[in-house]
């Protein structure tokens, strides 16, 4: 049995593209076909990415670095529960989410 290696990726700044990015990129099968993708960023940023590429991807919250394999379209997100999406607006510069990108 093959095991896929764990990539981790980071959102960037919750106020830019990478939530969308992220989200487009998990929602190719092609990506969890080849490895074990690992979210490093802000939960409610990425399930809002989601719904606007109308993705229906699940999520699993770890608090982990150890994963084990997962099943096809289960995508752990570790949040970093550093931003409250309610403070900030997507498209605009904001000095909130510029810390929690760091």
Same mark, same amino acid.
């Given at each position: 049995?093959?095991?896929?290696?764990?990539?981790?990726?980071?959102?960037?700044?919750?106020?830019?593209?990478g939530p969308e990015v992220v989200a487009k990129a998990l929602n190719n099968p092609k990506v969890t076909e080849s490895c074990c993708p690992?979210?490093?960023?802000?939960l409610s940023m990425l399930k809002a990415a989601l719904k606007n590429i109308g993705s229906s991807l699940d999520l699993t919250l770890?608090? +982990?670095?150890? #994963?084990?394999? /997962?099943?096809?379209? +289960?995508?752990? #997100?570790?949040? /970093?529960?550093?931003l409250d999406p309610d403070t900030i607006t997507p498209g605009i510069l904001s000095k909130t989410a510029g810390r929690a990108s760091m």
């Amino acid at each position: 049995m093959n095991v896929k290696p764990i990539i981790a990726v980071t959102m960037g700044d919750p106020c830019g593209i990478g939530p969308e990015v992220v989200a487009k990129a998990l929602n190719n099968p092609k990506v969890t076909e080849s490895c074990c993708p690992l979210v490093i960023g802000n939960l409610s940023m990425l399930k809002a990415a989601l719904k606007n590429i109308g993705s229906s991807l699940d999520l699993t919250l770890t608090k +982990t670095f150890s #994963i084990p394999e /997962l099943n096809r379209g +289960t995508i752990p #997100i570790l949040d /970093l529960e550093n931003l409250d999406p309610d403070t900030i607006t997507p498209g605009i510069l904001s000095k909130t989410a510029g810390r929690a990108s760091m």
